[in-house]
């Protein structure tokens, strides 16, 4: 059961977590550097920089964590609602 790293509606306190938070045992506040939020088809995606010059850039977000009991849970609601996960 890996966490998930959320930076959009599923976030704490965005209007999708609801779906999700019975099914998740904690979060945290993260940031992944050298990454940027882009448009693809018309919706948000992270985009992560390798090499110099991109440092600067970072994105903030949530580190969730899922309940062990109900992670399939979690990830099935995710799925769904996301389409598809790495």
Do not use: W
């Not at 609801?18 to 550097?33: D, F, G, T, W, Y």
């Amino acid at each position: 059961m890996l966490p998930l790293f959320s930076y959009g509606t599923l976030k704490p306190s965005e209007i999708a977590f609801r779906q999700i938070e019975n099914h998740v045992e904690k979060h945290q506040l993260a940031s992944i550097k050298s990454a940027e939020i882009c448009l693809r088809d018309g919706l948000p995606a992270l985009k992560i920089h390798e090499g110099d010059g991109y440092g600067h850039r970072h994105v903030m977000g949530y580190v969730l964590f899922p309940k062990p009991t109900t992670s399939d849970e979690f990830y099935e609601i995710v799925r769904s609602y996301e389409g598809s996960i790495s």
